[in-house]
């Protein structure tokens, strides 16, 4: 009985994880946003002649796309979904989703694997650990294990086992891992390899030598889907090598092995990033080191000090950069950004609920004194896993960032769950704490789910570049009739959208695209086939029937208003369609 | 005297000039920013939220948008900037930041009664800090308690001959940020000297 008893409570946690990823997966968030659109129209692309958008074949590295350079893994992963659910918001967002999942489930077995084997736990496997005696409240039995009653049905959860499913049940629920399950983000693809690599990593240890390749593996597939996950690799293979050390050393041969593996297949990522102008461009983007201005403070600060050797000492722009990165690390840990307001990006959060659930603030407080208190033998992971997350993403110039942190998860829920568990374990009146922690979890969650499903996509439906679609469909049924269409690129990238929702032969595409590479090497398509992409769109010559998409208000004059698209809440017109014959 | 103990004395004395030059540093401060949470905004989020929840059910809007719920998460907003990272880096520095860490750890310990207390005296502070229109007496309330929290943490830098090294080189990049941070713009809305 106990044993189904996980198993099915595992299903049920597992079914909530994939009605929250799947419901309403393909209108919320209310549109594609432009890298959702281009990974989509690239997995398109290769799903229909091996090349991507730009025509390179089967890139290994990176898709240049916008000349962002992304990272390959999840469009790779979208071709699959694509051949299958078709060209659609829903195919484009399937993989994030489903691997969103699947990162729940794996939670349960990486948190069980974490917690049975330290030293204030009693492992199921321990012989005689269910011989308990009968019991009649809920509690903790004389065998260390959570006992409870339902219907005259008697269930006994071990230690590890409850915490794996609390921890489980807490990332299904989890605000900030919704957030990007539910859109085509490459970082919770990142996220379930780098879970998975850490997971057969402890398996390594524990198990057999031979689950180092496979962690490898993924470790890599991590790498080559989300470039966060770049920063974060080393980073965790440190902490994992110390808190391993011991099996290592005595696996060393198998290591050098999957170590010569992974930098076979690192090398063309590695000389990517660190040998191409392409590489080191969008990193360059956006982190601190690139800034000037702690140079220009520090060299004005020097200046007034007339240059001497003290200033020199004392207004070092090392210092400078130092201070700047302290502060960005520290970022992380904000508690508005934790609990209360989220990341400020209204893509990346839902601006009204913080990233974590108000009560995991105790629950998180207390599983970190209560991973010291019983000396958990893999507390250093754990702990060490949770500091060294913001490291790679402290080098940016936004911070805190909940997406470039996302390897940060599960370690909040695993600790809310360790956290919650022993509370109950101690507190008297067992059946209050059931109830209060649940009905203030189930408040925080329905009202998170309200702002989600219902302001957070009528508010910024902007950010999502909402109207596109709707522009489409108002085009496509005259298209054969009209001679050119004008699109205002005001709202940003305005090609990859017809590309995608017209479903436009990519071979034809490349007959006909206008692309340019600028300074900074970003792409731009000025057109193709029929299609002109403008920032002023009145000063395009108009050639026999013009189709116009533009702002609103910003119809050339003569021309005739056919359409004016919304936002969701109809407040607010995004753009105007009209006509105009030479 | 034991020499941890010569160490201890040490390194207070170092922190209580350097966080007395912070305070000197805010006698300047002519305008403090304030952390005051204004009861309206309540009143104004309901309003806004409930115009949001246009063709819904107005029970189901009441449930999630009224005073008592709305008032919860913005006094939480407003109660959580208190212990943003940023502003406590501006008030104790690199050094005493990463003391309150360690100090915070204290917190966790068995039988220490007094770091709990002092945390929640913190917790009062912020508390007072957010519910008072004076935002000078709300800042310094809130950096005193700090600076006096953050002294439980010396005992992580008295391990080792390393950290004590440490301990003054961060002491003395504090000093510098102090210098270059003069302006402490999350602390001062305007700042000039006499």
């Known amino acids: ?34 890298d959702e659109a281009s990974l989509g129209y690239n997995a398109y692309s290769i799903l229909k ?25 999840y469009i790779y992963a979208t071709v699959p979904s694509i051949a299958v659910f078709g060209l659609n918001e829903f195919a484009i967002r399937f993989p994030s989703a489903f691997f969103g999942v699947l990162t729940v489930l794996l939670t349960y077995p990486l948190t069980k694997k974490l917690l049975e084997n330290g030293s204030g736990w009693q492992s199921l496997h321990t012989p005689g650990v269910r011989k308990v005696k009968p019991w009649h409240t809920p509690g903790v039995n004389q065998a260390g294990l959570l006992a409870f009653e339902i219907r005259n049905l008697k269930f006994e959860i071990g230690n590890p086992e409850a915490i794996a499913l609390l921890s489980a049940f807490f990332l299904a629920i989890s605000p900030w891992h919704l957030q990007f399950s539910r859109g085509a983000f490459e970082a919770n693809l990142g996220l379930f390899f780098s879970v998975l690599g850490i997971f057969l990593f402890v398996k390594f240890a524990q198990d057999h030598p031979l689950w180092i390749f496979p962690s490898t593996l993924s470790f890599l597939a991590g790498m080559y889907t989300f470039t966060g996950q770049r920063l974060f690799v080393p980073f965790i293979l440190l902490i994992l090598v110390v808190q391993f050390r011991k099996q290592i050393i005595k696996n060393i041969q198998v290591m050098a092995v999957a170590a010569v593996i992974a930098g076979f297949l690192l090398w063309p990522l590695f000389a990517f990033v660190t040998q191409t ?19 220009n403070q520090s060299a004005g600060y020097r200046k007034r000090d007339n240059f001497s050797w003290w200033a020199n000492i004392i207004h070092n722009r090392r210092l400078f950069y130092s201070y700047e990165y302290l502060t960005h690390y520290f970022d992380a840990f904000n508690p508005g950004f934790l609990f209360t307001k989220g990341d400020v990006n209204p893509r990346l959060s839902i601006q009204e609920t913080g990233e974590l659930y108000y009560i995991d603030l105790v629950l998180i407080l207390a599983g970190i004194y209560f991973l010291f208190a019983t000396k958990q033998k893999y507390r250093f992971l754990i702990i060490g896993w949770l500091l060294i997350s913001p490291l790679g993403p402290a080098t940016a110039r936004e911070t805190p960032h909940a997406l470039r942190m996302i390897h940060i998860l599960p370690t909040f829920q695993i600790l809310s769950a360790v956290g919650l568990y022993y509370i109950y374990q101690i507190v008297k009146y067992k059946k209050f704490l059931i109830i209060f922690a649940f009905l203030f979890l189930i408040f925080n969650f329905l009202f998170y ?3 989600y499903y219902v302001h957070w996509p009528r508010n910024y439906s902007d950010q999502w570049q909402y109207g596109y679609k709707q522009a489409v469909q108002e085009v496509m049924p005259l298209y054969d009739q009209v001679d050119q269409i004008i699109v205002t690129k005001a709202l940003g990238r305005p090609y990859i959208y017809f590309l995608l929702y017209m479903q436009f032969d990519p071979s034809k595409y490349w007959q006909s695209a206008q692309v340019t590479k600028d300074q900074f090497f970003f792409i731009d398509v000025s057109g193709f086939d029929k299609f002109i992409f403008s920032e002023h769109p009145d000063q395009n010559p108009v050639v026999g029937r013009t189709l116009y998409i533009v702002q609103s208000g910003k119809l050339p004059q003569g021309a005739k208003k056919l359409r004016t698209i919304y936002n969701p809440s109809q407040s607010i017109a995004v753009f105007d369609i009209g006509e105009k014959t030479l | ?26 006698t300047g401060c002519k305008q403090f920013s304030s952390f005051y949470f204004n009861p309206l905004s309540i009143k104004v989020s309901v309003e806004s939220n409930v115009n949001t929840d246009f063709g819904m059910d107005r029970n189901i809007s009441r449930f999630f948008h009224n005073k008592a719920t709305v008032g919860i998460f913005e006094f939480s907003k407003n109660f959580a900037s208190a212990f943003q990272p940023k502003l ?107």
């Open chain 2, 88 to 194: 406590l880096m501006v008030i104790l520095g690199p050094v005493g930041l990463i003391l309150a860490t360690a100090a915070f750890l204290k917190v966790f310990e068995k039988r220490r009664y007094l770091p709990k207390f002092h945390f929640a005296v913190i917790l009062t502070t912020s508390l007072i800090a957010i519910s008072t229109l004076n935002s000078k007496i709300s800042f310094f309330l809130l950096a005193i308690f700090w600076y006096s929290f953050s002294l439980w943490g010396i005992d992580f830098f008295l391990k080792t001959k390393l950290a004590k090294i440490v301990f003054v080189l961060l002491a003395f990049l504090s000093l510098c940020y102090f210098i270059f941070d003069w302006q402490m713009k999350l602390i001062c809305d305007e700042i000039f000297f006499n």
């Open chain 2, 1 to 26: 005297m034991k020499p941890s103990n010569k160490f201890r004395i040490f390194f207070i004395i170092i922190l209580v000039v350097l966080f007395g030059f912070r305070i000197w540093q805010t």
């Open chain 1, 449 to 451: 789910l309200h702002m």
């Open chain 1, 1 to 34: 009985m106990p044993r189904s008893l996980n198993f099915y409570l595992l299903v049920v946690i597992i079914f909530i994880a994939a009605v929250l990823r799947f419901y309403k997966l393909a209108s919320v968030p209310p549109s594609l946003y432009w």
């Open chain 1, 277 to 295: 102008i392409e590489g080191q461009l969008r990193f360059n983007e956006v982190t601190i080191f690139k800034d000037l201005e702690p140079i």
């Open chain 1, 49 to 73: 002649s091996a090349r991507d958008e730009h025509g390179k074949f089967l890139p290994f590295t990176n898709f240049a796309a916008f000349g962002d350079y992304k990272p390959p893994g």
